[in-house]
């Protein structure tokens, strides 16, 4: 395998055919259309260098899609999207084990980030009420609990504190 950046213009992309029955009968919930245009130029290009897409190129402009990736379906709706890279890891079919590759990023990942994406929501008010008294950020860079509330489909009331179930990170500023 190997990774390199692509731009987004550049390629299309399907499915594997082993990872489209994995999706058959799974609940996605979608995006609301408006969300894409309350994303930032510069939050998006942000968003983007988080992702890697998992492929097996089929052509040097058609890949296979080795597991889902909901974020950059989002992001590629924008239009200043095309004219940017996205990283790339490309397996080769007779170099690498696609089929433990795919179930590796479609079952053993997501049951490994469930607890943390379980409390996503209770997270993300903890987070954001710490940037609010944090006065090394400057406040008009920090959203609206409402504006994080349409990214995740939510009530604003969703979005909020927990503190006895989140365990705390005592470690000061060590990942």
Same mark, same amino acid.
């Given at each position: 395998m190997k990774t390199k950046q692509r731009m987004i213009n550049s390629f /299309?992309? =399907?499915y594997h055919p #082993? @990872? !489209?029955?994995l999706l058959? =009968? =799974?609940i996605t919930v979608q995006y609301n259309a408006s969300v894409i245009d309350h994303i930032l130029e510069h939050? %998006?290009? %942000?968003l983007l260098k988080t992702i890697t897409l998992h492929v097996m190129p089929v052509t040097q402009a058609h890949y296979l899609l080795? !597991?889902?990736d909901p974020l950059f379906v989002l992001l590629r709706q924008h239009p200043s999207v095309q004219s940017q890279k @996205?990283? %790339?890891c490309e397996y080769q079919q007779s170099a690498d084990n696609i089929e433990q590759t795919i179930t590796t990023l479609m079952l053993t990942l997501p049951a490994l980030q469930y607890k943390h994406h379980s409390s996503i929501l209770k997270t993300l008010s903890c987070r954001l009420n710490i940037a609010k008294s944090n006065t090394a950020l400057p406040t008009n860079l920090i959203p609206q609990k409402s504006q994080l509330a349409l990214f995740a489909? @939510? #009530?604003p009331s969703a979005i909020r504190s927990d /503190? +006895? +179930?989140l365990a705390r990170n005592d470690d000061k500023g060590k990942a």
């Amino acid at each position: 395998m190997k990774t390199k950046q692509r731009m987004i213009n550049s390629f /299309t992309l =399907e499915y594997h055919p #082993s @990872v !489209a029955p994995l999706l058959r =009968e =799974e609940i996605t919930v979608q995006y609301n259309a408006s969300v894409i245009d309350h994303i930032l130029e510069h939050q %998006i290009h %942000i968003l983007l260098k988080t992702i890697t897409l998992h492929v097996m190129p089929v052509t040097q402009a058609h890949y296979l899609l080795l !597991a889902p990736d909901p974020l950059f379906v989002l992001l590629r709706q924008h239009p200043s999207v095309q004219s940017q890279k @996205v990283s %790339i890891c490309e397996y080769q079919q007779s170099a690498d084990n696609i089929e433990q590759t795919i179930t590796t990023l479609m079952l053993t990942l997501p049951a490994l980030q469930y607890k943390h994406h379980s409390s996503i929501l209770k997270t993300l008010s903890c987070r954001l009420n710490i940037a609010k008294s944090n006065t090394a950020l400057p406040t008009n860079l920090i959203p609206q609990k409402s504006q994080l509330a349409l990214f995740a489909g @939510v #009530s604003p009331s969703a979005i909020r504190s927990d /503190t +006895k +179930k989140l365990a705390r990170n005592d470690d000061k500023g060590k990942a």
